[in-house]
């Protein structure tokens, strides 16, 4: 029973401690964000239930039993998913290489599909040339995408842009108006004969 006792006091020093330490950097307007030192579990858990209920952000870092720590930010300065995403990684986060990166990739995928629809063909994601060259060989491949390149002059690929309607809206109620008027007439000179 002291064992128990000595265990809950030292839990609840411990959390005594965790929210003086939340209480002093909310009150340091400077600070955005704090880092707390490796830590078991439990001592996590505290952590995130005082942050939580001090109106904070709070997320796990690191490897558990190694070097698992917590960082706390302010709601108005809370990490964006990039920022997340590198401090998992274990890098240092910096804002401009990221936007930079972001805007690459971009470009890149931008770039990529502008190739592709200017080709006018569908870039495979994988090569199933060299994915099923075990099967079939190299030269059966060859001989195959030969064919299916025949093929596709006597039947017509028809790419998904083409099939698009473009009509607007008052295209299309004028088109229906229209035949409705067309098959009134009809009925109109079918009564009449």
């Known amino acids: 029973a002291k ?29 955005r964000t704090v880092k707390f030192p490796a830590m ?7 952590v995130h239930d005082v942050s939580e209920v001090a109106g904070l952000v709070s997320h796990s870092f690191g490897e558990e039993e190694v070097d698992r720590h917590i960082q706390v930010w302010k ?9 997340l995403s590198a401090l998992r990684r274990g890098e240092e986060w910096d804002p401009v290489k990221f ?24 870039a495979p994601k994988t090569n199933y040339k060299a994915k099923y060259e075990h099967l079939i060989g190299k030269e059966a ?4 995408a030969k ?21 607007t809206v008052e295209d299309i109620q004028a088109e229906i108006r229209a035949k ?3 098959k009134l007439d009809e009925d109109i000179h079918d009564n009449q004969s």
């Open 3 to 31: 064992m128990e006792e000595k265990e809950r006091q030292a839990k609840l020093k411990f959390r005594t401690k965790i929210e003086d330490k939340i209480n002093e950097f909310l009150k340091n307007d400077n600070e």
């Open 40 to 46: 078991d579990k439990y001592q996590r858990s505290v």
């Open 75 to 83: 709601k108005e300065f809370s990490p964006c998913e990039g920022e």
């Open 99 to 122: 936007q930079r990166e972001k805007e690459e990739k971009e470009w890149r995928e931008k770039l990529e599909e502008e190739r592709s629809r200017a080709l006018n063909k569908v």
């Open 141 to 144: 491949a060859l001989d195959a």
């Open 147 to 167: 064919k299916t390149d025949a093929t596709k002059s006597h039947f017509g690929m028809v790419s998904a842009e083409q099939k698009k309607d473009r009509r």
């Open 180 to 182: 409705k008027r067309q």
